[in-house]
T-cell receptor
Framework: GAVVSQHPSWVICKSGTSVKIECRSL??????MFWYRQFPKQSLMLMATSNEGSKATYEQGVEKDKFLINHASLTLSTLTVTSAHPEDSSFYICSASPLGQSNEKLFFGSGTQLSVL | SQKIEQNSEALNIQEGKTATLTCNYT??????LQWYRQDPGRGPVFLLLIRENEKEKRKERLKVTFDTTLKQSLFHITASQPADSATYLCALGNRGTDKLIFGTGTRLQVFP
């Protein structure tokens, strides 16, 4: 099946620093990738939809200036958490759907656990 | 507002039995419903998709039902194994949108 690689798998940073998370589709192209956040024992919450070559679409309540998304190619989307604070500590997951297929079946990355001290 | 509810309590069953997980939703009319498996510290893995016009779907030891009148989906794992222990998420989607709405998941523990 299709593989989505997410890196890093975990990161610890100091408050106020920025962290970049990469999401790559290894064996398929994706015009659309999705970024989710998941707190312990809670549901995946969609943060934004990343569109190749255009601006991301953010969900209500998600600060676009804080969570910068770049989708520069059909196989790579990045999420940068700027000026991270302890409340940004969470599990971040990306997903993608192969180009030409509907978004009914998503392939997820393995997630990134962010801990902000 | 749209709401998806899954058993919040963990489900503990003995190996070999059938596990049944529920997913109930309100204020939503999904075109399809999906089930995912998520292991600790990992991303979800797609298992099954069932559409609004389908009553039941099977894949190996998995079976999903979808009742749009009751607004409920049941997810069954027959002949359960300890390796089936994980959190199972249901997710709802609709036509014309890329978004999936996820439930909080139910943790399944299969003991020998």
């Amino acid at each position: 099946g299709a593989v989505v690689s997410q890196h890093p798998s975990w990161v610890i940073c100091k408050s106020g620093t920025s962290v970049k998370i990469e999401c790559r589709s290894l064996d398929f192209q994706a015009t659309t990738m999705f970024w989710y956040r998941q707190f312990p024992k809670q549901s995946l919450m969609l943060m934004a939809t990343s569109n190749e070559g255009s601006k991301a679409t953010y969900e209500q309540g998600v600060e676009k200036d804080k969570f910068l998304i770049n989708h520069a190619s059909l196989t790579l989307s990045t999420l940068t958490v700027t000026s991270a604070h302890p409340e940004d500590s969470s599990f971040y997951i990306c997903s993608a759907s192969p180009l030409g297929q509907s978004n009914e079946k998503l392939f997820f990355g393995s997630g990134t656990q962010l801990s902000v001290l | 507002s749209q709401k998806i509810e899954q058993n919040s309590e963990a489900l503990n069953i003995q190996e070999g039995k059938t596990a049944t997980l529920t997913c109930n939703y309100t204020n939503y009319s999904p075109a399809y419903l999906q089930w995912y498996r998520q292991d600790p510290g990992r991303g979800p893995v797609f298992l099954l998709l069932i559409r609004e016009n389908e009553k039941e779907k099977r894949k190996e030891r998995l079976k999903v039902t979808f009742d749009t009148t009751l607004k409920q989906s049941l997810f069954h794992i027959t002949a359960s194994q300890p390796a089936d222990s994980a959190t199972y998420l249901c997710a709802l989607g609709n036509r014309g949108t890329d978004k999936l709405i996820f439930g909080t998941g139910t943790r399944l523990q299969v003991f020998p």
